[in-house]
Every structure is written in structure tokens, then in C-alpha cells.
């Protein structure tokens, strides 16, 4: 099966789809078609949000998520599916491990020989080793994984990105609160374009749209854009005006990046070679350098993205190759916030859609598996040096503690200081709460 890539992901993902063909034919030749959508605290939202009070409760009466110190997410997202066995939960004495060794790290239990670095940095990660889904097929299991719901015809579920630029990001930064790294991600769903990701689809490329076109001045470009307001203002009489009112947000958003400072953050190409080298010399070194760049300017959530985790054949060469990607940018990223004294406050996520049998297929390969599967939560006061829950001898199973992505995303949001109960009420009437579940894992916490 073909793994699920940035571009069919933004495929799957009508919201992002309708922002940049908007953008294409309203803003025309004025090179605002930068904006691909990024979140904005503005009030202006068609949803009502309400606190609700239920939910576990520790010592003191005290909720999990008001224990939350997290004040950014980074999302370390491997499409296709990684292998549980051939990353964080290992089986070296085991047939089904197969070429995969494991390693000890300096948290105490063992994961796969490729990743040195990430062994190094174990006492400020937990891994959850007993996460199960139901969902075995990409689209549906990278939409879950996004969102923490099932997908379903009815509603469009925000991504976990667009929930912490709406809940975190902060009205008056030039900066968008969710920017996505090297492919596509799911966006906002129903909380409207405005909480949508800005997409950087290749770090080692100036991103597109940061300067004025051509030979098109300040003075004439603003000219431009008076003749599209006009436009607007008889568009906004129509029945979709209250999408364009979105646009006109992130709009906004985009002018006050064109001629600001902080879009530098943007280029890390000609960041010291000796500084890029901690990260891997190749694009996904630079996506988790910039992302690294980006917190450290106050981004609530950056997602980076590197596929080819689908190997039905070839698994052992597959992984390796990819870990020799991961392990340096993954290890380099938590090193880095370290030193920058962030990485108590940033939360870090790597995951992919499912999980991959453990049994090898005839291909020397394995193929989707979502009944027992593996995340690895670091930073952001995640209790360090941790496992949570585990699978059985031969990885077929769940042994102890499983993990419910809906009790996954309570546990992420509450690290965030979200209530994951808080509802978000749609024009329509119904509520809706951030996660899908009030039983956060409380075991993750410091």
C-alpha cells in the first residue's frame, strides 16, 4: 500500500485545499499567496469555547492540565507507519525482532541499536510502548493521529496543531502559531481557516512569498490590495462572507510577516555549518533546526515531517536508512533546546499513523499494524526516563496500561496547560471536546 505522503495528506484535507485556491485567484499577482493559513487568536471565531470542570482530579483536587508546563509542541510526524520493533520497542531476543538489535540508554530500558543519540537524551523522554488503535489504513489512522477522532462524514476535525495555535498562540506576534515543515498536515477543520498551518515545503529553499514580487514596490502593492478590499467588501454580503472574514484575518497575518524582522527565521541555510552538522547535514536536519529556531521565537506549534515508514518489503535496510535521518535531528533538536534552557517548556511528540507487524512477511517486511504500537513523548515536563505500558514477548499484544489515542491526546493537551475537556461550540450547536477522552495519562507527568 502506498504510504500516505505530505502531498495526499493535504489532499485529505479539503480546508487547507479550498485556503491556497482562494488565495491563488483572490490576492492574484500581489504574492500574498504565502499565507497557507496559520492560526490567529483573533476573537472573530464562529465557535463559542467552555470550560468544563469534568475530569480527573489528583492530589489536592489540582487537574492534570493545571499542572501542565508546557508552553510549545513540536510534532515529529513519520508517515507511513514506523515499526514499534525496529525503534522504541525492540525484541532482539525474539523471532519476530529480526535484524533489530536493541541498545541501552541512559534511562534504564533498551530501544533500537539505530538510534545512539536518541539513547543519550532517554532521561528527558518517555515511551509509550502500549498505544492501539483501531484504525489500520493510512488516511484514517494519520487522521486520528492528527486529531485524536475517528474519521468520520459528519465533521472535520481540527488537527492537534490548529487546538494549540487557538488555545496558545498570541494575537499580537508577527509569527504564525502553526507552522508545518516539509509536507503537507491536516488543518483546521472546523475551527476555521485562520487556525490553519503555514507550510514550509522545503527548509533548504527560501520559503516563497516573504518579499514583494518582482518589480512590484511597497506603494504599488499596497494599490493592489485596495483594489481587492474593494472586492471584498461585495463578496463579504454574500453567504460565504464569513469564510472570506477568516482570510482576511490570516491576511492580515501574512502583510505584518512580509515586512517584519522575525520572517528570518525562516532561512537556516546559512546557520554554521558546525550547528547544522548536530542535526544531520540533509532537509530533515534543517526542518528540525528550524523548528528548534522557531520555539525559541515563541511558534506554540511546529510539525516536522519525514516519510517512508510504509515497508511492507525491504523493512530492515528501510529503517535503518531513515534512522540515520531521525536519530541525529531528534537527539540534535532536544540538545538544542536544552542549551537554549527550553526544552522544559517545549514539548516534543514523535509518532507516525500505526505501527508494523511484528511478524516479517514474506518480502522481509511488515506491514500495518495498529493493535500495539509505540509513541515517544520528550521535554515539557514529561517525566524523563520513563516507559509506559508494554507489549507482549512476541509484540503481539498489549500487556499492561494500554493507551488510547484519545487518552494519548488528553495526556498532550494537559502538558500544554488544555483542558482537554474544555468544549468548543460549533455555529450549529453542538460541542465538541478537545480529546476525545477526560482520562489523561497521569503517569507521564513529573
Not at 85 to 105: M, R, S, V
Not at 376 to 398: H, M, N, P, R, Y
Request: hydrophobic residues 35%.
Amino acid at each position: 500500500m502506498k504510504p500516505l505522503d505530505a502531498k495526499s495528506t493535504t489532499q485529505h484535507n479539503s480546508p487547507s485545499q479550498d485556503r491556497r485556491d482562494f488565495l491563488r485567484v483572490g490576492v492574484g499577482g500581489l504574492g500574498c499567496s504565502m499565507v497557507l493559513g496559520w492560526a490567529s487568536g483573533s476573537p472573530a471565531s464562529p465557535l463559542q469555547a467552555q470550560d468544563n470542570s469534568r475530569g480527573k482530579t489528583v492530589v489536592g483536587g489540582v487537574q492534570p492540565w493545571q499542572k501542565g508546563k508546557a508552553k510549545s509542541c513540536i510534532l515529529v510526524w513519520l508517515g507511513g507507519g514506523p515499526s514499534q520493533l525496529d525503534t522504541w520497542d525492540p525484541k532482539p531476543d525474539h523471532q519476530n525482532g529480526g535484524e533489530t538489535k536493541g541498545i541501552d540508554t541512559a534511562g534504564g530500558f533498551q530501544i533500537a541499536q539505530h538510534y545512539p543519540g536518541v539513547a543519550k537524551e532517554s532521561k528527558d523522554l518517555c515511551l509509550v510502548r502500549s498505544l492501539t488503535s483501531p484504525e489500520g489504513d493510512h488516511s484514517r489512522g494519520s487522521y486520528l493521529m492528527h486529531t485524536g477522532y475517528r474519521m468520520t462524514g459528519a465533521i472535520t476535525h481540527p488537527s492537534f496543531g490548529a487546538l494549540v495555535a487557538k488555545e496558545l498562540g498570541k494575537e499580537n506576534s508577527d509569527l504564525p502559531h502553526f507552522v508545518s515543515i516539509g509536507g503537507g498536515s491536516y488543518g483546521p477543520g472546523y475551527l476555521g481557516v485562520r487556525y490553519g498551518p503555514f507550510q514550509v515545503d522545503n527548509p533548504s529553499r527560501p520559503v516563497p512569498y516573504l518579499q514583494y514580487p518582482g518589480d512590484v514596490d511597497k506603494a504599488r502593492f499596497n494599490s493592489r490590495l485596495g483594489l481587492l478590499g474593494m472586492l471584498d467588501n461585495k463578496y463579504l454580503s454574500s453567504k460565504r462572507g464569513e469564510f472570506l472574514a477568516g482570510h482576511r484575518t490570516v491576511r492580515k497575518k501574512a502583510l505584518s510577516l512580509l515586512d517584519s524582522p522575525s520572517a528570518k527565521v525562516f532561512d537556516v541555510r546559512n546557520e554554521p555549518e558546525a550547528i547544522r552538522k548536530g542535526f544531520g547535514l540533509n532537509n530533515f536536519g534543517l526542518q528540525s533546526l528550524m523548528a528548534a529556531r522557531l520555539v525559541q521565537k515563541g511558534v506554540p506549534f511546529v510539525e516536522m515531517n519525514l516519510g517512508g515508514w510504509d515497508t511492507h518489503t525491504n523493512n530492515f535496510n528501510a529503517v535503518s536508512a531513515r534512522a540515520a535521518i531521525l536519530d541525529p535531528a531528534l537527539s540534535g533538536l532536544m540538545k538544542e533546546l536544552r542549551s537554549k534552557g527550553l526544552l522544559d517548556s517545549t514539548l516534543i511528540v514523535c509518532m507516525g499513523e500505526f505501527g508494523r507487524t511484528p511478524k516479517i512477511n514474506r518480502n522481509n517486511g511488515r506491514d500495518h499494524f495498529p493493535r500495539c504500537f509505540s509513541a515517544l513523548v520528550a521535554g515539557g515536563g514529561v517525566k524523563g526516563g520513563t516507559v509506559i505500558g508494554s507489549s507482549s514477548a512476541d509484540g503481539q499484544e498489549v500487556r499492561n496500561r494500554p493507551v488510547l489515542v484519545g487518552e494519548l491526546y488528553s495526556t498532550l493537551l494537559s502538558m500544554l496547560r488544555i483542558n482537554p475537556v474544555k468544549e468548543n461550540k460549533l455555529a450549529i450547536g453542538r460541542a465538541i471536546k478537545m480529546a476525545d477522552s477526560d482520562e489523561p495519562v497521569t503517569e507521564m507527568f513529573i
